[in-house]
């Protein structure tokens, strides 16, 4: 492992980890805007805010790109936005399954 | 990892009773944030999941509840799943910060025991609409 001033070439050029994590980002981008995308069908609303949620996430992690070292302050921030943004899908896809107007257990009539 | 140069931003640098903690090389940054990022893309996956189960499965013979049943624990656990990610990137990265050893994550263990779950619980509904019917 190594730390410290920028003189070590792993700290300017971490190799293709930076990418793989890139990567990864444009995976999760993707993966909202097909729950997005799928939503869209029966929830056109709130499809359509999930699909806005997958532009988010693909510019968070354009925008928290490290130039050269990781903030990590920054980047905590940015995963706690994803969780958050996860966790309210779930939340939106409880309230789809029971607010449907064939719904068992509907919550609205 | 290198003790020379300490992070400021969740510092630690000689405070007493608190380890020295230093920024972590960033290709285990990257490895860590990677997946974080990959348990978020599965939670998402199980939300999906309950979300088919509930619009696009016609209903069980004689058990109108039984997608609801499979659908709400599936979405449930990938909320719970989301959050204990972003708790995990954080142990994580605090263990890489201290040069400790990686805490042992629990998450796979749950993820293998609620989908074992679900699927005994489908299997059962399927056993019981067909005895119904």
């Known amino acids: 492992m190594t730390s410290g001033g920028l003189d070590d070439p792993e700290d300017l050029d971490p190799g293709l980890a930076r990418e793989r994590t890139e990567l990864a980002w444009f995976r999760t981008a993707v993966s909202f805007a097909a729950l997005g995308g799928a939503m869209l069908q029966t929830t056109p609303v709130i499809g359509g805010l999930i699909l806005g949620m997958s532009a988010l996430v693909h510019l968070l992690g354009r925008v928290t790109r490290p130039a050269g070292r990781v903030a990590g302050h920054e980047r905590r921030h940015a995963l706690l936005l994803i969780s958050a943004a996860v966790a309210l899908v779930a939340a939106v896809a409880l309230a789809t399954i029971f607010l449907a107007s064939d719904s068992l257990f509907p919550l609205r009539r | ?118 699927a005994l619980l489908a299997a059962v509904l399927v056993l019981l609409s067909e005895a119904v019917e």
Do not use: C, K
């Not at chain 2, 860590?32 to 998402?44: I, P, Q, S």
């Not at chain 2, 659908?71 to 959050?83: C, D, M, N, R, Y």
């Open chain 2, 1 to 118: 990892m290198s003790e020379s140069e300490p992070s400021g931003a969740e510092g630690g640098e000689g405070a007493p009773g608190r380890p020295r903690e230093s920024e972590p090389d960033a290709r285990f940054t990257f490895a860590n944030e990677r997946t974080f990022l990959a348990w978020n893309r599965t939670a998402l996956a199980l939300i999906v999941a309950g979300l088919a189960i509930v619009q696009l499965l016609p209903p069980f013979p004689g058990l109108p509840w039984g997608r609801h049943l499979l659908a709400v624990p599936l979405i449930v656990f990938g909320a719970v799943l989301s959050i204990g990610g972003f708790a995990e990137w954080g142990r994580n990265q605090r263990a890489l910060r201290r040069g400790e050893p990686l805490p042992r994550s629990p998450l796979p263990r749950m993820l293998s025991v609620a989908i074992a779950a679900v």
